[in-house]
């Protein structure tokens, strides 16, 4: 019995292992989401919004802009979405493009609508 | 006198509790927390002992309600979320001892607990009222009893003990349903390691039979749903006042949400939950946490058993659970792999160790450099959890509903959302009686409304949809007045009328002139009319605009922005289509903005912003427009 379980452990583990492996690898394949693989540049609820541009209030930073493309990759919870999907009073992850600094040119931005 | 082995653990785990409460109580939310839906119908429930939404909850109402009457400060929000840093730290201190139960010693628990109390997503909940503090709680200490149950059974000496023990522990676990009923997941893991660790124990019926009495005993606390299910607006969950609704309420709850994904999201589902641990653990963290794995198989088969079910069996439900805030249900499982942490970094000490014995001949030297290695890495996460997780200057919710209320006349009424939907505004009238002369229609049992009433509502009561007042509460083409501004977008205060507001005059005369344009608009003036009070100041703002087009303005004191919204808050084009004011006309907006109660006392620059969108982004252009005088 202990040998078996040993035996389920390992193989349990190793499995557990490969599989993290390969999604990483996997998703980092499919680069979908630009900014998705570090943490994100800004964390705020969405004030204001415009047709190129967003506001957003961060605990940390306070009123923030962004400026939005049509290249902007927006995810909504975890299905893919538009800006027009993005509402106020919605919590905002926004990835800015490498290269840009102030105001912050989103690549990519994951929005959660906290209304339930 | 040398301490014990178990006085030296109840110490250390006791510095760690103390620490971490510290640390949480810095950054705790003052008061009723922004945004956290559920956290403001869970810190309700817990005031009223009323009855949360699914699953019910009901020893963390129960303890919430403990809390909200023994603690002498603050008001009851203050208090529940007092009760997620004091469970929050005990989490971490309980994490402390089981990491000792698996062979880790002091320093190197020490460092596994810490590691898991500074993580961002456990922080992130020591600080606000919410179930994941407590329920880390509940999990430790169900875990902690069932490995010094083992401990206790293996030696002959203290059977007896672990003989008293076992139905405790199961008691616990029974009772740890009512902060999260997630833990029921865990009985595979405890039962395989009640078996390994003592298979003679199905030969003791009566050792059994007490266990289960003491799990079912601890279950029973579920009573409390349809106990309650009568007495409380459960909208829009079905009241758990039938066995079937029990049953949606309870282990058939969030059907739509289990095993979401379909096989093709494993990858990215996978990834999330790699990252997420990655974010609060680090990459070298994660590492040694693999490591602790292997370690513990290697080492004690049970004990593997037991945290790698445990972890297993919860991260591959949550990492196919739908939920948008889906990071907190992982806070049980970091909490096992911190312990992997611990045993990982075990297992790499046990080997450095001897091979340092030969070169530093002072074994306390040997101490402090891994004391000083172990803390090395714990000062950033601690520093970045800090800063990010500081909600010590929360104060929307509170600052709105006092300002909002006091503001009302008498005998108005506020429409706010319904059930689970309008508990930040059920609690400042229910818990801490504020105006009880404004009439709340959506309270249960509520009077209908008399004509002629005043009504006032909010955005949250206006763009709920489906899970806001019903049709017909308010009247067919209301105009939504705003008169009063909250410090974040879902917290502005309508005044409902039947006509329009004067939102567009034909001449003007602001009290101080300004003629500020940006982007098109002109800011002409602003007044500050009478009705400033502790806790918001009213500003009338003239602004000449051109047709159609309404810019975002936006109010700040200082260098705090208080609140940005669109110019007649979406009103302007209603007004000129129905109203149809002469060409030329001014704008007028006549709001009052409420004032963080965090502000420092003294003078402070008001300014009104026109935010500019264009190529370069968006720019709130400033212009002063007075000050504001804070007690």
């Known amino acids: 019995m202990t040998g078996l379980l040993r035996i389920a452990g390992a193989v349990l583990l190793t499995a557990i292992l ?28 969405l004030e204001v919004y415009g047709e190129n541009a967003l506001m957003i209030i961060t605990v940390t930073e306070g009123l923030q802009s962004v400026r939005v493309t049509p290249e902007t990759a927006v995810t909504v919870r975890d299905g893919p979405g538009t800006l027009a999907d993005l509402r106020p009073g919605s919590l905002l992850a926004v990835w800015g493009r490498p290269s840009t600094t102030d105001p912050m ?12 | 006198m040398p301490l014990s082995d178990r006085g030296a653990d109840r110490l250390t785990a006791l510095a760690i509790f103390g620490v971490c409460l510290a640390a949480y109580v810095a ?129 002959p000496d203290t059977h007896a003990r672990a003989e008293r023990l076992f139905p405790r522990f199961a008691l616990v676990y029974g009772l740890s349903l009512g902060t999260h009923l997630s833990s029921l997941g865990f009985a595979p893991a405890y039962a395989l390691f009640t078996l390994l660790v ?46 079937a609704r029990f049953w949606a309420y309870t282990l058939g709850a969030f059907p739509e949400l289990r095993f979401m994904y379909p096989l093709g999201a494993l990858p990215a589902r996978v990834t999330l939950y790699l990252t997420l641990l990655v974010r ?59 312990v992997f942490v611990g045993v990982g970094v075990q297992a790499i000490v046990d080997v450095v160790r001897p091979a340092l014995a030969g070169v530093v001949r002072a074994p306390r030297l040997v101490a402090a450099a891994l004391a000083l290695v172990l803390a090395l890495p714990l000062v950033p996460r601690t520093h970045a ?64 409304v008399p004509p002629g009433t005043t009504i006032f509502t909010t955005p949250q ?49 602001p009290e101080v002139r300004l003629d500020r344009t940006v982007d098109g608009a002109t800011l002409l003036g602003a007044d500050r009319p009478a009705g400033d009070r502790r806790g918001w100041v009213r500003l009338k703002t003239y602004w000449r605009v051109p047709p159609g087009r309404a810019p975002v303005v936006s109010t700040r004191v200082g260098t705090l922005t208080l609140e940005a919204h669109e110019l007649g808050f979406g009103n302007l084009e209603r007004y000129a289509r129905e109203v149809q004011p002469a060409a030329g006309g001014t704008v007028v907006e006549d709001v009052s903005v409420v004032l963080p109660s965090h502000l420092a006392p003294g003078p402070h620059p008001l300014e009104v912003g026109v935010v500019q969108m264009g190529a370069g982004g968006i720019a709130p252009q400033w212009t002063r427009v007075g000050q504001v005088e804070v007690e």
């Not at chain 2, 023994?70 to 208090?79: E, M, N, S, T, Y």
């Not at chain 2, 529940?80 to 001892?97: C, E, F, I, P, Q």
């Not at chain 2, 003592?198 to 003791?204: A, E, F, M, V």
């Not at chain 2, 297993?312 to 659970?321: P, T």
Request: overall charge positive; hydrophobic content about 50%; some cysteine.
């Open chain 2, 385 to 448: 959890s800090f800063s990010v997780n500081n909600q010590s200057t929360d104060t929307v919710i509170s600052d709105f509903y006092r300002s909002a209320l006091a503001i009302l006349p008498p005998r108005s009424a506020l429409i706010g959302g319904r059930g689970a939907f309008g508990a930040d505004l059920f609690y400042f009238r229910r818990v801490l009686g504020l105006r009880p002369d404004v009439l709340l229609p959506m309270e249960r049992g509520a009077p209908p």
């Open chain 2, 461 to 509: 009561a206006l763009a709920a949809g489906p899970f806001g007042p019903p049709r017909g509460t308010f009247p067919e083409r209301a105009w939504y007045v705003p008169v009063l501004l909250g410090n974040r977008g879902a917290y502005v205060l309508y005044r409902v009328d039947t006509s329009p507001p004067p939102l567009v005059v034909a001449q003007a005369e």
């Open chain 2, 198 to 243: 003592d298979p003679r124990i199905l030969g003791r019926p009566r050792t059994v039979a007490r266990a289960v009495a003491g799990f079912l005993l601890g279950a029973a606390q579920f009573l409390w749903l349809p106990l309650r299910a009568g007495a409380v607006d459960t909208f829009p969950n079905a009241s758990p006042d039938t066995l």
């Open chain 2, 280 to 338: 609060n653990f680090g990459t070298v963290g994660t590492a040694l946490g693999v490591v602790g794995l292997w370690t513990l198989w290697w080492r004690d088969l049970a004990r593997f058993w037991l945290l790698f079910a445990m972890y297993a069996v919860h991260v591959a439900f949550f990492s196919q659970f739908g939920a948008p805030d889906v990071e907190v249900f992982f806070i049980p499982s970091h909490l096992v792999f911190a």
């Open chain 2, 27 to 155: 950054t705790l939310t003052p008061g009723m927390a922004y945004p956290g839906g559920d956290g403001q119908e869970l810190t309700l429930a817990a005031a009223t002992l009323g009855l949360a939404h699914k699953t019910g909850y009901p020893l963390f109402t129960w303890v919430g309600f403990a809390f909200t009457r023994l603690l002498p400060i603050g008001d009851a929000a203050h208090r529940t979320n007092l009760m997620s840093a004091t469970l929050g730290a005990a989490s971490v201190a309980l994490a402390y001892r089981i990491a000792r139960e698996v062979g880790v010693e002091r320093l190197v628990a020490t460092f596994a607990a810490l590691l898991f109390g500074v993580s961002t997503s456990f922080w992130a909940q020591a600080v606000v009222t919410e179930v994941y503090a407590p329920n880390a709680c509940l999990v430790a200490f169900t875990l902690w009893l069932a490995l010094r149950w083992a401990r206790w059974a293996k030696a």
């Open chain 1, 18 to 45: 490969a599989l993290g492996g390969w999604s990483a690898h996997h998703q980092s394949t499919l680069a979908a989401r630009p900014g998705s693989r570090r943490d994100p540049d800004l964390v705020g609820l």
């Open chain 1, 105 to 116: 040119v989103a690549a990519a931005i994951t929005a959660v609508p906290l209304q339930k």
